[in-house]
């Protein structure tokens, strides 16, 4: 069985995932509007792409 913080950490990666992957969506792959319309730096969502495994 998932303790509370393993269920709240998938939960947390599957909203990031989910939001990232609409954000480069609606800026055709473009990954420094995506950031800038996130609100976060353009490094931090290279992180999360790669710490997320998105495509």
């Not at 998932?2 to 990666?13: F, P, Q």
């Amino acid at each position: 069985d998932l303790t509370l913080k393993e269920i709240t950490a998938d939960v947390i990666s599957q909203v990031e995932r989910r939001k990232i992957s609409n954000a480069l969506e609606s800026v055709a792959g473009n990954r420094t509007q995506a950031a800038r319309n996130l609100g976060i730096s353009l490094r931090s969502l290279m992180y999360k792409i790669k710490e997320l495994e998105i495509r």
